[in-house]
């Protein structure tokens, strides 16, 4: 089966601003990732889609990288988006030291043990994902009980929304996870 339904591009075919950028996580990685491949036949569509996702999910202030992937492994899993949860599970493993959290967040978030903080931005990101149409005052409220801030509010639907494009791209294309995302942050590293 293919990697993905459309074309894919190979790292040494992008453009060169986007294969510099690409390469650096190649190198940390061992692999390019797939939503990469896809992307890149459109260029700026992945300049834009790379600048929002960096501009939300390397921030470092307020909430921490792991609740940010936290959000988008939540949100992935609403919108039952296999290419997402696998991918960002593993980065969720791995920033949350915590083997576990991404599969059980995946599977049943309503269920899914965590503290009130997080708690309050699962349950807004879900309102956001299941039902936006209902989304209101409520929801917001609920998260300002719980202590979050409106930077951090904004955050958390910022994320939410990005995804639900990314998790919309990765349907339309069939993109298929990478092998190696199964198995990273699984097992502390040798």
Known sequence: MA???????????????????VGVIHEKSGFVPNIFRALGHRPDEMRAFLDYHDALMERSD??????????????????????CVVAHGAILRIRAKDPELADRASTNPWSVELDDRRRAMVDLALALTRE??????????AARAAGLTEDEIWDVGSITALFALS????HLTALRPNSEFYTMGRAPRA
Do not use: M, Q, W
């Open 132 to 141: 936006p149409e209902r989304f209101g005052d409520t929801d917001l409220d």
């Open 167 to 170: 998790n919309r791209l990765a």
């Open 62 to 83: 307020g909430l921490s990288k792991a609740e940010r992937e936290l959000i988008v492994v939540v949100t992935s899993g609403a919108n039952h988006c296999t290419y």
């Open 3 to 21: 990697d993905s339904r459309f074309a894919v591009t190979e790292l040494e075919d992008l453009p060169p601003d986007l294969r510099e950028r």
